[in-house]
Each structure stands twice: as C-alpha cells, then as structure tokens.
C-alpha cells in the first residue's frame, strides 16, 4: 500500500495525489514495478524502514506491506 509520509503521520495517496498534474488518470502516483515514475528513491534509511521516494511535488511516499 502507498501511503505519504507528512511528519509524523501517514496520509493515503488518495487524499494527496487527486490534485497532482503528475498523477496518473485515476489520480493515483505513477507506481510501476516498485519504482515511484513521478519521483525519485532516497537513500535507504535503514534495514526496518521501507524504500522511500520524493515525488515532484515534495512529498516522501513509501510503500508499506
């Protein structure tokens, strides 16, 4: 599942990404194959913490299982 990562809370993509002119048609992030499209990964924070990526507009989403 991905979600935004907003300090210390987690938003869904959907409450984030409905209004971003790099989303998809459904309004959802650009998320083939384990890589963000519409973004860039950050370096690995940790063995425990899950791949992280900066999307265009600034925000850091990850993908949670």
Known sequence: ??????????LSVQQVCQGCLM????????????????????SQLGEKVPVQFECQMGFRIANIE
Do not use: K, N
Not at 3 to 8: H, K, P, R, S
């Open 1 to 10: 599942m991905l979600v935004v990562l907003a300090g210390d809370r987690l």
């Open 23 to 42: 989303a998809d048609q459904s309004g959802q992030p650009r998320w083939r194959q384990g890589q963000l499209r519409c973004g860039q990964a950050i």
